[in-house]
C-alpha cells in the first residue's frame, strides 16, 4: 500500500465531500424546475424567416 500523507487525504476527502454536497444541490434545482415545469407542452416550432428589411 503507498504511503499517503494524512493532510492530502484529509483534504481530498473535504473535496469530495464538497462535490457530494454540490451534486446534492442540483439535485434538488433539478427537482425543482421539473416540478414548476411539469405541466408545460413543449412543441417544436420552427425558426420564423427573418424580416427582410426594405
Excluded at 483534504?11 to 457530494?20: D, P, T
Excluded at 434545482?29 to 417544436?44: A, H, M, S, W, Y
Amino acid at each position: 500500500m503507498p504511503n499517503v500523507n494524512k493532510h492530502e487525504l484529509h483534504a481530498l476527502i473535504v473535496e469530495i465531500s464538497k462535490l457530494s454536497n454540490n451534486i446534492d444541490e442540483l439535485k434538488k434545482k433539478r427537482d425543482f424546475l421539473l416540478d414548476k415545469f411539469k405541466n408545460v407542452q413543449l412543441t417544436e416550432e420552427k425558426p420564423k424567416s427573418p424580416v427582410k428589411s426594405l
